[in-house]
């Protein structure tokens, strides 16, 4: 057997950028919606009372590839030091079924989330966001900021989390003495006039008051990618126009659409666009200045498997290149 390149989080973030990730997710996304790639439903098996482990598998026709994302998910982990996801990337090659690369699960999740939060962002909302809002000051919190900054380096970056500490100690290793990246106490205050919302926390219920958001928003709904949680009201996902990266995931895993089904807030057919339709126009998205647009992310191992497979390229090219 061939063996695989293998990448710890150093060297996924030594390879690639945020940046660098969007065109592999737009045809990662055009794909899923084309019905020319496989994600089938994610896996999750008890292993003790302390965390389960979980796979994600799927494949695509271009480029050629096939893969896993494999889990072990211990919510106290991060009480010793360690994250409450461990494991690893597996990329293959469809065409012969080598394996090709290993790449930190952590690393890949954290920049494939973020880039598809920003691609979201470049396609549906406004152009030339001025302020962008930051909900959490944990690791995709950070990884939304830097991205934010990345592809909007005129905006002005709003962070808020519940921990006030946490968040202004994250806006002073971020701002780099700059006045770009402020932190705000009051989440009211922060989604205020603000052009793009990312929410990326660790929330089981809705806390984002759908009362607030205003003509024009867009907001990436990420921290809650399982049925039972939510971040958004049922007001707010009611008033929005809602896409995702996969109906079908949707359809089982949005606790914000779910749950306003349930509450009969939305009715049974409420309408959900995959983005990968906007991106192959096919749908128009945003069809006016004042339309507040949402995106649901549920992380799809296909983006994983394209994010994983940029590492390979990139880090082959520098290679040659020295």
């Known amino acids: 057997m061939t063996s695989p390149a293998v990448f710890s989080a150093a060297d996924v973030f030594a ?55 494999v889990l072990s998910l211990f919510p106290g982990a991060p009480a010793v ?21 290993i790449c930190d699960a952590d690393a890949i999740t954290a920049l494939r989330t973020a880039a598809m939060s920003l691609l979201a962002t470049q396609t549906l909302a406004r152009i030339d966001p001025q302020i962008i809002t930051v909900c ?109 990266d996969s109906q079908e995931s949707s359809s089982r895993e949005s606790g914000e659409i779910l749950e306003a089904k349930e509450a009969g807030a939305i009715p049974a057919d409420y309408p959900v666009t995959e983005i990968g339709e906007v991106l192959g126009r096919r749908h128009p998205g945003r069809v006016s200045p004042g339309e507040i647009t949402a995106y649901k992310s549920h992380g799809l191992i296909l983006q994983d498997l394209v994010a994983a497979h940029e590492v390979l390229l990139r880090s082959a090219l520098t290679r040659r290149a020295q």
């Open 81 to 101: 030091g360690l994250s409450s996801h461990q494991g690893f990337v597996v990329v293959f090659d469809s065409k012969d079924g080598r394996p090709i690369a």
């Open 136 to 244: 959490g000051a944990g690791e995709q919190a950070e990884w939304h900021v830097r991205g934010s900054i990345a592809c909007f380096p005129q905006a002005m970056i709003r962070v808020w989390a519940r921990r006030t500490d946490a968040a202004e100690a994250m806006v002073q290793r971020l701002a780099a003495g700059s006045k770009q990246v402020v932190g705000l106490a009051d989440l009211q205050q922060a989604v205020r006039g603000a052009d793009v919302i990312h929410t990326t926390t660790a929330s089981k219920a809705a806390f984002f008051c759908g009362d607030w958001l205003e003509p024009g928003q867009h907001i990436n709904l990420v921290g809650a990618s399982l049925a039972a949680t939510r971040e958004l009201d049922d007001a707010g996902v009611a008033r929005v126009t809602m896409f995702t």
């Open 15 to 69: 390879a690639v950028e945020i940046t660098d990730l969007l065109d592999p997710l737009v045809a990662a996304m055009i794909a899923v919606s084309e019905r020319t790639a496989s994600h089938p439903p994610r896996f999750a098996a008890p292993v003790n009372d302390q965390g389960r482990m979980g796979l994600m598998y799927g494949s695509l026709e271009r480029p050629a590839l096939h893969g896993a994302k």
